[in-house]
């Protein structure tokens, strides 16, 4: 009696989940980051009609790419990651002294980890920096949630990396 063949896939068709992921900050891993929202690229259209055309219609031609802000939303700890990289913009506007500007640029990495804790994808975001924080969130005396800060990160385009 043969025994029968076993079905062996090379290449993944599950996708990968997305609930255990690293970021990291220069190499340093953000403590406590338990959201971050989505990393995309636009096109923008430039329409474009000539005064000799006999159609009413536009032309259509590529246009400047758009890169949206990227929110990371971590638990407040004592980790102040992202505190003291926002304030690198927000204390040199107070400062007297701004002939050099602050080293507020990084490189963002991103790392989705597979169901055993590997490295399955992984993201950089290039010349990345804080266009907002939000020190704390609410507080509410009958809550029962962490308190939660938050950094908007404003990049110039992101590279998948191979894991």
């Given at each position: 009696m043969a025994k029968a063949a076993r079905f062996t896939e090379t290449t993944r068709r599950d996708p990968f989940r997305n609930f255990n992921f690293i970021i990291e900050f220069d190499g340093v891993e953000v403590?406590?980051?338990?959201?971050?929202?989505?990393?995309?690229?636009?096109?923008n259209v430039v329409k474009f009609r000539p005064g000799?055309?006999?159609?009413?219609?536009?032309?259509?031609?590529?246009?400047?790419?758009?890169?949206?802000?990227?929110t990371f939303e971590g638990g407040k700890t004592n980790d102040k990651s992202?505190?003291?990289?926002?304030?690198?913009?927000?204390?040199?506007?107070?400062?007297?002294?701004?002939?050099?500007?602050?080293?507020?640029?990084?490189?963002?990495?991103?790392k989705v980890l597979d169901i055993n804790g590997a490295e399955a994808l992984h993201?950089?975001?290039?010349?990345?920096?804080?266009?907002?924080?939000?020190?704390?969130?609410?507080?509410?005396?009958?809550?029962?949630?962490?308190?939660?800060?938050?950094?908007?990160v404003t990049h110039e385009g992101f590279e998948r990396i191979e894991a």
């Open positions: 403590a406590a980051c338990r959201k971050m929202s989505a990393i995309d690229a636009t096109v000799n055309n006999l159609h009413s219609n536009d032309e259509h031609s590529p246009g400047r790419v758009e890169y949206p802000a990227v992202f505190q003291d990289w926002a304030n690198k913009l927000i204390t040199h506007e107070f400062r007297t002294d701004r002939t050099a500007e602050p080293d507020f640029r990084k490189t963002i990495d991103i993201y950089k975001l290039f010349r990345a920096f804080v266009s907002k924080y939000t020190a704390m969130s609410d507080l509410a005396g009958e809550g029962n949630d962490v308190i939660i800060e938050t950094l908007e």
